[in-house]
């Protein structure tokens, strides 16, 4: 029986017009569909979430879609512009909805920042870990002009950061999903015994 292809779900949490998150998130989707990645771009300038209230935020009509999107994927890559050395508000406000489908996956993390978006990176493996998921251990990082321009990566140290990215991802996504599958299905006691449907 063959493996079910690795799931991605690339989130671009930046809202301007000319980003160079969502550049850089859609070539990072275009890398990985050769390597056997099935992948679903979620732009939150499009498809935009109210703010986050835990009292009625399930009971949207449009939730139960983007719930499914999020579970259904086995590795997230969040795309975010550098705020005052903090994630974007949209990022913050998506990542707010969720737990539980985060559970034993891998967090992507990816930057947009003049000064190496370290402290956003360091926020987004904070929210992995209090999710109860995996970060890969290093985030890519990227600025305009330098890097980004005309909606096109133009430099070839990104070129080659975001193929070594591509190819962590389908690898360690991959190792990451088969042992999640495996917690869900199986009886042994490991921190995603509390996910079983059992």
């Known amino acids: 029986m063959s493996e079910p292809p690795l799931h991605v779900l690339l989130v671009s949490g930046s809202l301007r017009r000319e980003s160079i998150t969502r550049t850089v998130v859609l070539d990072l989707a275009r890398r990985l569909g050769p390597l056997g990645c099935a992948t679903d771009v979620l732009d939150l300038s499009v498809e935009s979430l109210p703010l986050y209230n835990p009292d009625c935020a399930a ?21 975010t512009p550098d705020y ?18 985060f559970a ?22 904070t929210v992995a870990r209090q999710c109860y998921a995996w970060a890969l251990p290093y985030g890519v990082s990227f600025a305009e002009d330098t890097d980004v321009q005309g ?15 591509a190819r962590d ?17 199986g009886r042994e006691p490991g921190f995603l015994a509390r996910l079983r449907q059992d």
């Open 59 to 79: 009971e949207r009509a449009d939730f139960p879609a983007l719930q499914a999107r999020v579970a259904k994927a086995d590795v997230l890559v969040l795309g």
């Open 84 to 101: 005052h050395g903090s994630i974007s508000s949209p990022l913050k406000n998506f990542l707010d909805h969720f737990w539980h489908e």
């Open 104 to 125: 034993a996956k891998l967090f992507v993390p990816l930057v947009a920042s003049h000064e190496k978006g370290l402290t956003a990176l360091d926020q987004l493996r």
């Open 151 to 165: 909606g096109r990566i133009v430099s070839a140290k990104l070129d080659r950061r975001l193929t070594m990215l």
């Open 169 to 185: 991802v389908q690898v360690y996504g991959g190792l990451l999903a088969r042992q999640r599958r495996a917690d869900l299905a």
